[in-house]
């Protein structure tokens, strides 16, 4: 069923496909919308919100769609039911229902949105299974988990792509587009990441009413056992294509600290009455995660996770070069040269100078769905390179080094903020491999 939302989404679709990643898209017809099948694990929150967003979509099918909660599993069947296409089979027998579903042979791809813990676990099964993979974000378990999951996307010669929304953000394509035409000179240091007060949503969980194997909500259980940086990948991801992170640089070593853990304890005592069980609760999580990166060309990345005191939502970007500063706080840039005297001036001024050709035309058509247009982006991005059969923009070495930055500072922190070396999980291929992300 065509309507004519879908009919211009199929024309975005298409018109991006050869400048999202060109070298991904670039032999292709643009009219080209053969079926993409896909189906889905987890369809909570954010599932469902992916889900919505790809039924805009002409040519994307879902066979089948997998869920421990009936509630969540039946809202996302009914939705597609309503799109038009036939109701998905439903998979629901339990946290390792999955295996089952992945043995489905009518599946190209799968999105995957589960508590972060399943994450890297069910990519690996996705790969194995020859289905591509578009993966949320979260942290890893484990450095070994990363590994596994590079040999599998390896060995399987299957598409893996993290789902990092934050890198098709307008204002950071924008930036990457003025890093690239060397507007702020040699990149010397970057700064990101994910400052988001969360008391409530730690303390009281998400409230799903889903009891998995670790036990409880996946932030609150994070929290309770790890002291890292547990959700990197937003304020890492456009900065690791500013540096051309995995594509002739890469992450050296890191450093990481933690402050004292004070800010969910004091939340729950001001909020929460005394018989609460919250109360008992340990946290092993300091309040502030900083974390060093050290780059092999020499720039270094500060990266932050502060998601238990009061303050309002940043990524706290920040970009200086030998020639200029971006800062997302201000809201501003300033360029030697350009600028006035040493102050800022508002990065409005220079978005529509600096526009990245993808948002040119996703402007032109008009800009939907959730993260002002963002994931639109990634999802044609992932549709399209099925559809081509060309590797997905943000990939497998993306993800692993990625996520592996939380149990990375989970060991800087436990050795007292010694370095720590990092995994050149490409094993070399670093060296070779192009800058490829939204190039024109
Ligand atoms: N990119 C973004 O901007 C963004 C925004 C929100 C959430 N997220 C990420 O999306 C992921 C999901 O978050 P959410 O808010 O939707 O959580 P949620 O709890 O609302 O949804 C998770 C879903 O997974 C299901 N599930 C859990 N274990 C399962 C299993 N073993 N098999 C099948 N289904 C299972 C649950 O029943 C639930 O429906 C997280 O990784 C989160 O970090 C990303």
Redesign the pocket.
């Known amino acids: 069923m065509i309507n004519r939302r879908t009919f211009a989404s199929r024309a975005l679709t298409a018109s991006l496909a050869a400048s999202l990643a060109p070298q991904l898209f670039s032999n292709t017809s643009p009219n080209n919308t053969a079926n993409v099948r896909l189906g889905f ?9 992916l889900l919505k967003t790809l039924l805009e979509m002409e040519g994307v099918q879902f066979p089948a769609i ?4 009936e509630k ?2 039946t809202a996302a069947l009914d939705l597609v039911e309503k799109s038009g296409r036939p109701r998905p089979e439903a ?2 027998r ?5 295996q089952r579903f992945l043995k489905r042979d009518d599946l190209q791809g799968v999105i995957i ?4 813990r ?2 890297i676990p ?1 990519s690996i099964a996705a790969l194995d299974a020859g289905k591509a993979v578009a993966c ?3 942290p890893a378990n484990s450095t070994g988990e990363c590994w596994d999951l590079v040999r599998a996307a390896e060995s399987s010669n299957t598409p893996c792509m993290i ?4 890198c098709y953000r307008r204002n950071m394509m924008a930036l990457l587009r003025m890093v690239r035409e060397g507007l702020l000179g040699e990149v010397v240091q970057c700064r990101g990441g994910y400052l988001h007060d969360l008391r409530k949503r730690i303390v009281l969980g ?1 409230g ?1 009413g ?1 009891t ?1 194997p670790t036990g409880g ?2 932030r609150t259980r994070q929290n309770q056992i790890r002291n890292a940086d547990i ?1 990197p990948t ?1 304020g890492l991801g456009p900065l690791a294509q500013i540096l051309d992170i995995n594509r002739g640089n890469r992450f050296v070593s890191l450093t990481a600290h933690a402050t004292k853990s004070r800010g969910l304890q004091s939340w729950t005592q001001r909020n929460l009455p005394s018989d609460h069980p919250a109360h008992k609760y340990d946290w092993a999580m300091g309040d502030i995660v900083t974390s060093t990166i050290e780059c092999q060309n020499g720039e270094n990345i500060l990266l932050t996770h502060d998601c238990a005191l009061p303050r309002p939502k940043s990524f706290d970007w920040q970009v200086q070069g030998t020639q200029g500063i971006y800062n997302e706080v201000a809201d501003g840039i300033h360029v030697e040269g350009r600028s006035p005297g040493h102050r800022w001036e508002p990065f409005d001024s220079y978005q529509s100078e600096f526009e990245h050709p993808v948002w040119q035309q996703y402007l032109k058509i008009g800009v939907r769905g ?2 002002d247009g963002a ?1 639109f982006l990634e999802l044609s991005a992932f549709v399209e390179a099925l559809r081509q059969k060309r590797p997905v923009p943000l990939d497998v070495y993306d993800m692993a080094s990625w996520r592996a930055i939380a149990p990375l500072s989970e060991q800087s922190i436990a050795l007292g903020g010694q370095p720590v070396p990092f995994p050149d999980l490409t094993n070399g291929k670093w060296m070779n491999r192009k800058p490829s992300f939204g190039i024109a």
């Open positions: 694990i987890g369809v909570g929150g954010r599932g469902t919100g997998c869920d421990v909660l969540n599993l998979y629901q339990g946290p390792y229902d999955f949105a589960t508590p972060w399943w994450h069910m949320e974000v979260g789902l990092e929304n934050a998400k799903t889903v998995l909500d996946y959700y937003h959730g993260h994931d």
